[in-house]
């Protein structure tokens, strides 16, 4: 699959954009692994216009994580190719346009999701975002802001004739917010569908090689977007790829592995965040990063307690000799 100038390979697996999850350690760590592409968090089109420094910092990326997206959100075309001129200067693959956000926060100003119930706003958005850049433009989405009012079909054959270069769909709605189960059926209809001509990826409840393998023989879309079952567990490219190619799974990632991914990634977090909040924020990858390992809870909790570098590699010492002969 082209993108721009790139081709990302056939059947490509992204990261999917998370916000607090996907920095640029984390994306490194996820391209060591086998994601093909990764995406940036995404960023605010309003804070961007306010030029705020935070915000602009989540531009940044190595050479390791490329190809990568830039995501934006907002509801002002103005501020959107603004903020698209803006991110074009750290160079990434594409910049992102975020139609799917469901959090309070953002659709209360009529962005993310909030535009799919405004789909005039939307293509406004995208065709001014379009004409600002030089480089693609992809936006990502949901299947529409409740049950009774599903309307991506109109949304994806819009947003490509407004220019964009890639879609990717959460097989949700807005209501669900993260709940019940993605529905793929409607993502299949539009892979499918003969006027939709631009790559399509597929995103929602991928959990793993075979749920991925699964997916592709039903709903025949470009490539697959993995978010939640990634956070943590980088693995799931590779074991996917491998599934693809050669119908076998790697055996799970051991003790000793796991361990050194999860402590790079704090050592790695710290000049960024500081060590109390890169402390901190590691306890949503802790999960995986030791799921299916039996017995596991007791470590998991002092994982939480610990405060510092020190004391969490204190505990992943202990871990190291505690699972070293079972895993
Ligand atoms: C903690 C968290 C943060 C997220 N942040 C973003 C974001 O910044 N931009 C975005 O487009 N989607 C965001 N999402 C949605 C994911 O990209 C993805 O669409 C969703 O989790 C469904 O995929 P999954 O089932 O593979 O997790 C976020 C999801 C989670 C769980």
């Known amino acids: 699959m082209k993108l721009g100038h790139i081709d990302i390979g056939n059947i490509p697996l992204m990261l999917a954009p998370m916000e607090n999850i996907t920095d640029s350690v984390y994306r490194q760590i996820c391209r060591r692994h086998g994601a093909d592409m990764v995406f940036t968090e995404f960023i605010s089109s309003e ?58 926060k953002v659709v209360a100003k009529g962005g993310g999701a909030a535009l799919l ?55 949700r709605t807005r209501s669900q917010m993260y709940g019940g189960v993605a529905d793929w059926e409607i993502i299949g209809e539009i892979a499918r569908h003969p006027y939709f001509t631009i790559p399509l990826i597929g995103n929602g409840d991928i959990q793993s090689a075979e749920d991925a393998k699964m997916r592709l023989e039903n709903y025949p879309v470009d490539g697959l977007m993995i978010g939640r079952s990634a956070m943590g567990y980088p693995w799931i490219f590779n074991e996917i790829k491998s599934y693809l190619h050669t119908g076998t ?3 799970e990632p051991n003790i000793k592995e796991r361990i050194s991914v999860c402590r790079n990634h704090l050592k790695q977090s710290i000049p960024a965040k500081g060590e109390e909040r ?19 809870k007791p470590f998991r909790t002092r994982l939480f307690g610990a405060k510092s570098l020190a004391e969490v590699n204190a505990v992943l010492e202990e871990i190291n000799d505690e699972f070293i002969d079972r895993l």
């Open 47 to 104: 804070a961007l216009a306010r030029d705020i420094d935070k915000s602009k910092s989540k531009f940044n990326h190595t050479e390791q994580e490329k190809p990568i997206g830039i995501q934006i959100f907002g509801h002002d075309p103005e501020n959107m190719a603004l903020s698209a001129r803006m991110a074009e200067q750290a160079n990434p693959l594409v910049i992102d346009l975020n139609f799917g956000c469901p959090v309070r």
């Open 249 to 251: 799974i790697p055996v």
């Open 278 to 296: 890169a402390v901190f924020e590691m306890r949503k990858f802790y999960k995986n990063y030791f799921k299916g390992i039996h017995n596991f």
């Open 117 to 171: 119930k405004d789909v005039n706003r939307m293509i406004a958005i995208t065709k001014a975002v379009v004409k600002a850049v030089d480089i693609p433009v992809t936006a990502k989405t949901r299947l529409g802001w409740d049950i009774n009012s599903v309307n991506i079909k109109e949304v994806a054959f819009r947003l490509q004739d407004a220019g964009i270069d890639m879609l990717t769909i959460h097989g």
